[in-house]
């Protein structure tokens, strides 16, 4: 009876445990990053059940086999060694241990966070801000920024720069794959790609304070189509993220929805890492202000808008650090001058857009 009993119970425990791995979004990825993960993780899971099932099972049989009622059982109190028994106890750990560290070294390359993805398309990249207690995500090919919501094509490889503006938080979007902590005066970076369309939820991995159950977003996985509708709808919003609006978003909220900015302050990423590098830029910073600058400017010039005097403030503040940057000595009079530029940049730059 207590043995039906425990077979009972223990297929209901195997039912209860596939039933809750099929609604684990982990293992239903939809990304080709996250399903490497996954396939991974069985890899593990494989290997360690080559060395748990044998011993569960050894356990029983020796329980069964030298109970007391057994007489017929061999009792060999002067039983010491078995060359046997000594290969098979540390042969089979060292060869799963071998073969895990052979995996975790060719997967620990593999899926690097840091390593591009390869595709035919080519890589939409999404700055990253972790706030309290909300994400910040600005589109610098686009021009435009949201709170908690993000929109990416399907089948294109996306490139997240991640810092945070506060406490350490952690970006996850668990059937993408993947997980990275965002750190302030620190940029980590994601590579992600979504291979089916649907709605994937982001979530921050990492206590940060009172708000963090309510730090997540949605993340939008849609044709090239309908992302371009999304960018459309997003750059018809008034707002503009900039020093002011930024200000306002360092304000502690809590369970915060989704915002939508129509344009954004060149350089507000690289600026919002500064803020915790005493205000001087690194030179290679400098040049990708002035380059965004740039950039963006041109496509404001391409694409006007209605709201013309909007960006006044962010105009300005490129023109100050592309200013500041033309200032620069040459490369050859010598390191000392060229530290003293980047110095100066920084402080044109800080001048133009400091908080």
Known sequence: ?????LGIFSVALAAVVLAACSEAVVLNSKGEIGQQQVALIYQAFGLMLIAVIPAMVLTVLFAWKYRASNTKAKYRPKWSHSTAIEVVVWGIPCLIIAFLAYVTYVTSHKLDPYRPIESDQPTLPIQVVSLDWKWMFIYPEQNIATINEIAIPVDRPVRFDITSATAMNAFNIPQLGGMVYAMAGM?????????????????????????????????????????????????????VLNDASYDQLMVKSRNNKPEYFGSVQPGLFLQILDTYMGGRMD??????????????????????????????????AADAVEHGAAEQPAAGQGENAAVEGAQHDGQAHGAAVQH
């Open 1 to 5: 009876m207590k043995q039906r009993l």
């Open 187 to 239: 940029q980590t970076q994601l590579h992600l790609i979504a291979n089916e369309p649907g709605t994937y939820f982001g979530q921050s991995t990492n206590y940060s304070g009172a708000g963090f159950s309510g730090m997540r977003f949605q993340t939008y996985a849609v044709s090239n189509a309908e992302f371009d509708q999304w960018v459309d709808k997003v750059r018809q919003s008034p707002a």
């Open 283 to 316: 030179p290679d910073l400098v040049q990708q202000v002035e380059a965004a600058g740039k950039s963006q400017r041109q496509q404001h010039h391409h694409q006007p808008r209605s709201d013309a005097s909007a960006p006044a403030a962010a105009e300005h």
